[in-house]
Every structure is written in C-alpha cells, then in structure tokens.
C-alpha cells in the first residue's frame, strides 16, 4: 500500500522557518517526481514545489522561490521542504504528492500526481 505521510506543520511567527517531512513507503519512487502543494481556505490548490527523485533536480512556484527549498534524502525515503522567512499568505494546508510522468507542461497541474498524502496545516501569523 503506498503511503505518503506529511508532519512538521505547525504555528510560526512571520519572519520564522518550519520544514515539512513526507515520509514515502509501499512502493518504489526512483522513477518520481514528488511535489509539495498548499491549499490556502477557499482556494484553489497550488503548486509550490517540487524534485525529480533520481536526479534532484528542483522545481519552484513563483510565490516561494528564494525562500523554501525542496529536497530528498534517498535513504531516508522521505522528501523535505524547507520554508524560511514565512509570510502569513503561506498559511495553507500542505501535501505531498508523486507522480511518474511529469514534465514542464503538467508539473503543475493536480491531475499529473497519482499519489497524495492527507495534508498538514501550517499557520504564520502576523
């Protein structure tokens, strides 16, 4: 059974940093790319981040480049997205998500990942 499984949500001050954990398992993921996306109350998920598990290579919305770094730890199977200087428009429920045919014209859209954790709220406040 495949699972992805997100914690290290929480509360943070403006200005402050979290790192989120999606911890993989039930399948291998070296053919994947695995994606962080936010659903912010009464909108619309979006894409925030994401890592070609082979490779490494990164990928980033517009709203979190210079400020959140995504990566993978192979060993660990478990993908990490650092936020840092957070801002209360941050403030979303987060997911995990992996998908095995990803490219430049789907990175984004939801229906490209064929796995999805249960999402983590983080809150910035102001």
């Known amino acids: 059974q495949v699972q992805l499984v997100e914690s290290g949500g929480g509360l943070v001050q403006a200005g402050g940093s979290l790192r989120l954990s999606c911890l993989v398992s039930g399948r291998t993921f070296s053919s994947y790319e695995m994606g962080w996306f936010r659903q912010a109350a009464g909108k619309e998920r979006e894409f925030v981040a994401s890592v070609k598990w082979s490779s490494g290579f990164t990928y980033y919305g517009d709203s979190v480049k210079g400020r959140f770094t995504i990566s993978r730890d192979n060993a660990k199977n478990t993908v990490y997205l650092q936020m840092n200087s957070l801002k209360p428009e941050d403030t979303a429920v987060y997911y995990c998500?992996?998908?095995?045919?990803?490219?430049?014209?789907?990175?984004?859209?939801?229906?490209?990942?064929?796995?999805w954790g249960q999402g983590i709220q983080v809150t910035v406040s102001s």
């Open positions: 998500a992996a998908g095995r045919s990803i490219w430049d014209w789907n990175r984004r859209s939801l229906r490209a990942y064929e796995y």
